[in-house]
């Protein structure tokens, strides 16, 4: 009983800090520029002959000098037609070259082997990373650039999903509601993580941990990576922006999105203690909430599940704006109901003693 009570009362205190810093510790970074640097994007691409030309395209639409973007891709053994889609595309474009890897380097595999090669190919001092299946979008170059000042080693944008169905629609509102949760830290000043899929290194920065290759081996490579860059003394910044707003295509089904999941939360053991806090507290409220329930009435758990819905909403409603999104009233509700039960099968499935699955790999 007392330690429900205060379970409680400090995550609704750290709820309130949390919506406190969003409305009044943003941080805003401008779109000009006093120069137009050479930029290299780089992808890594693995059976993905039904997205490629969706990311290729989204590329070759950026409102940037396409004199100064050098388009370096990884066909990482693609056992589909994922060459030949590529090649096609590419064809009269001299700033894109797509590079077959066949070999790893180093204790590297899987993507963060295919990044660690295609770097050795770049010549630009700026490395723009997305995913074969994400859609950047116009001014990503320049507002990405814009936060990357002479201390700065990686900025981060934000990702998430695009589609009609519900099931799409409730993991967009879990990406934005997580990305909105490190945001308000990194505003701070508090390294949290990056994301692989929209994420841009200094090559200095890059250059001093040895790249992909000089790094220990993890399935979450954006994260190994960034916080190896962050122990050179390198700095960070985090953009919350429509700017910056890559679109992913989705988990198409249950087995893709738990595998997925997986492999996130295997890269959630490396955040910092007071992210894991934060993250820990949102875990354990179910668990705290129902055996309370023997202690007290349905009238007061039912006031702190209101309560925590609409801190919840109000969080994730204030980020949807700063996106210019909108959603129905509704589906704030049925987003809680999705964290309930995906946290649940998330967590079990975790301590399963199953390999994580990605891209057709185990690991």
Known sequence: MIFSVIYFIVYFFIFVALLYLLVYNRKRY???????PHISILIAARNEEHSILRCLAAIDALAYPKDKIEVLIGNDASTDNTLAVIEAYIQGKPNYKCITITENIGTTRGKA????????????????????????????VQKMLSAMTEKVGVVTGITTIT??????????LDWLYALGLVQVVS?????????????????EAYDSVGGFEGINFSITE???????????????????????????????????????????MSGAMHLPWYMAIIFILHS?????????????????????????????????????RRLNLAIPWYFYIFFELYLVISSVMLIIYFFMPFKTVWKGRRY
């Open 187 to 203: 505003d701070k000043g508090l390294p949290v993580t990056t994301m692989g899929n929209n994420m841009l290194l200094r090559r």
């Open 30 to 36: 401008s779109l000009d520029l006093s120069e137009q």
């Open 113 to 140: 082997n295919v990044l660690a090669q295609l770097a050795h190919h770049a010549t630009t001092g700026y490395y723009f990373y997305t995913d074969a299946d994400i859609a950047v979008p116009a001014n990503w």
């Open 163 to 172: 589609g009609n169905r519900f099931f799409y629609k409730m993991q967009a």
């Open 222 to 264: 954006d994260i190994a990576i960034f916080n190896e860059i962050l122990r050179q003394g390198w700095d960070f910044r985090n953009i919350y922006s429509r700017d910056v707003l890559a679109l992913s295509l989705p988990a198409a089904n249950f087995v893709q999105y738990i595998n997925q999941r997986k492999r996130w």
């Open 284 to 320: 354990a409220y179910y668990p705290v909430l129902i055996p309370f329930f023997a202690y007290t009435s349905v009238a007061i758990m039912g006031s702190i599940f209101v309560l925590k819905l609409i801190f919840q909403s109000i969080f994730l409603h204030i980020c949807l």
